[in-house]
């Protein structure tokens, strides 16, 4: 059986690089190299999910469920803790500070509104007809300015670095430059890895050229599905692992960064003994892991010989969902502690 350096090595080499990669890396090296020189410690956060395309030139291709709210919602938290943010995202998935208005339910357009139409018929400043504008309405004002301040404070101090992936090929190519231009930082760099990252993918000596054409189709050996539908046809996909990346992330990408994975599962039975597997595989810092259904009130912290629930605590005192308070606000500082702990017992070695 291969091991991971062998199938690292043929992955790399018998997948493209994306064509932004150089691009990518010369930002990574511009932002880290800044942040190195002011002392400011860097996190490089991922988020949301890497697609499986099943054409070459894509019109089809697999994904998965998540959003990018963990991500983007985290990035905020390291920001206000003073780290500087390398936001490795999903194209279109949320990011920071934008996310609070960007959701279908949180529509920005509903939070404005034509200044002629709130007292139609007022005059405006200068005495004449109200000019048409758009403004914030009232109620959303304060809110939004303090979002608008945080995130043009980012901005203007150069803390956050949007970097978009849409494949996993993608997503691990960029992963890998990121974090090898993170290693001049020592332990400083933290890797809080929140994507959801796809297991299995087309290697490219399978993948079709063209749209996958349905006439094309085989008629299947195993005859018509129960379902009824196909008239005997079917679709058959065959997927490779992808290999997992962890392992070199934490041996030789970057050997001093402290590695925060994310573990997720649908069955509550299973989550704590997964989280311990992929600590004992891996032997990184900390796994969180969480459940699709609760993921957004409470989170599994599993480190070496330790496994602590974080909740978000109900008005009611119990815990299990608290709509104004994001279990985000509990993870990052939880994360940060660490770190600190980690960066002290650094420093008292040497
Ligand atoms: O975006 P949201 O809707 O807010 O959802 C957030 C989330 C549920 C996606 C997030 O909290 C989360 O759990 N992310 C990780 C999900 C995941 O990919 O789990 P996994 O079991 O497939 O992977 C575990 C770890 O192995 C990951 O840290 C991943 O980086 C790593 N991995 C995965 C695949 C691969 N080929 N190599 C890897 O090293």
């Known amino acids: 059986m291969a091991d991971s350096s062998t199938s690292e090595s043929h992955y790399f080499s018998s ?6 990669l150089s691009q990518h890396t010369a930002q990574a090296n511009a932002f880290v190299t800044h942040h190195h020189a002011h002392s400011r410690r860097v996190v490089l956060l991922t988020s949301g999910g890497t697609t499986v395309p099943l054409e070459n030139q894509t019109v089809r291709f697999i994904d998965n469920f998540s959003a990018g709210t963990r991500g983007a919602t985290s990035a905020e938290y390291f920001l206000s803790q003073g780290y500087a943010v390398i936001f490795l995202h999903r194209q279109f998935s949320l990011l920071p500070f934008s996310r609070h208005y960007s959701h279908s ?28 504008d758009v403004v914030v309405k009232a109620k959303y004002r304060r809110e939004m300015l303090s979002v608008l ?5 980012a ?10 992936f849409t494949t996993v ?16 930082l020592g332990n400083e760099a933290l890797f809080y890895l929140a994507a959801a990252v796809s297991d299995f993918f087309v290697p490219p000596d399978r993948m079709a050229e063209h749209k996958i054409q349905s006439g094309d189709v085989p008629e299947s050996t195993s005859g018509p599905s129960p379902g009824g539908g196909g008239g005997g046809k079917k679709l058959v ?14 041996e030789q990408w970057a050997p001093e960064a402290m590695i925060v994975s994310f573990k997720l599962e649908t069955d509550p039975a299973l989550l704590l003994k997964k989280c311990n597997q992929s600590l004992d595989r891996y032997a990184h810092h ?22 602590q629930w974080v909740r978000l605590p109900t008005s009611d005192g119990n815990s299990g969902g608290n709509e104004e308070v994001e279990i ?16 002290a017992r650094k420093a008292a070695i040497h």
């Open 105 to 132: 339910t949180n529509c920005f357009l509903d939070f404005l509104s034509e200044w002629g139409r709130i007292g139609e018929g007022e005059e405006g400043e200068d005495g004449g007809a109200a000019t048409p």
């Open 149 to 153: 301040r945080k995130y043009r404070k």
């Open 169 to 184: 090929t993608s997503y691990l190519f960029t992963l890998r430059a990121i974090a090898c231009e993170m290693r001049c």
């Open 328 to 343: 985000e606000s509990l993870i990052v500082p939880e994360v940060i502690k660490r770190h600190e702990k980690m960066l």
């Open 15 to 20: 997948n493209p690089p994306p064509p932004t």
């Open 237 to 250: 996909i065959d997927l490779d692992p992808v290999p997992k990346f962890l392992k070199r992330l934490v």
């Open 286 to 307: 900390l796994v969180i892991g969480n459940i699709l259904a609760t993921r957004k009130y409470e989170v599994l912290f599993v480190e070496e010989g330790s496994a």
């Open 155 to 164: 901005k203007e101090q150069k803390l956050l670095l949007l970097l978009p």
